[in-house]
């Protein structure tokens, strides 16, 4: 692929981006509880996402300093949100996963979430749904996998 074509590439995928983040604020929105602030509902989306986790993944998915993660984790603790637990395996190593609260408060979250979305496709034809389908399967297999 020449530079140029590169760059074209590049620079539609920075338009993607931010058109994910603009659309992600749009679904989520209002969506967390009051008690709880945003750092604190990222971290449980992410677990709700990913369980079961370490903190250690958090802070780096997150973004957010091991110390400010703990101390994070132990407010949504002592909220009855998340609980840790040991790794068989290795005793010095700990799983955190939401409890059942924070399980039912990430469900609720999640189906208005879907409700929004779903909204936003009422006007999609069967073809397009297939289309969009396969485009976010191939997004995820070619651009955001983990390695």
Request: hydrophobic share 35%; glycine share 2%; with cysteine.
């Amino acid at each position: 692929m020449d530079p140029k074509t590169q760059e074209a590439y590049f620079q539609q995928f920075l338009t993607f981006i931010t058109s994910v983040h603009e659309v992600t604020y749009d679904l989520t929105k209002d969506i967390k509880p009051d008690d709880i602030t945003p750092v604190q509902y990222s971290i449980l989306e992410y677990i709700a996402v990913s369980q079961p986790v370490t903190l250690s993944q958090i802070s780096e998915c997150k973004h957010i300093s091991m110390p400010n993660t703990s101390r994070e984790l132990k407010k949504l603790t002592e909220k009855n949100l998340c609980e840790k637990f040991d790794v068989a395996e290795d005793r010095r190593k700990q799983f955190i996963r939401l409890s059942e609260a924070g399980q039912a408060m990430m469900n609720e979250a999640f189906q208005r979430i879907g409700s929004r979305f779903l909204s936003r496709l009422s006007d999609t034809s069967p073809e397009e749904l297939e289309e969009i389908n396969r485009a976010l399967q191939l997004l995820q297999s070619k651009v955001f996998y983990q390695e």
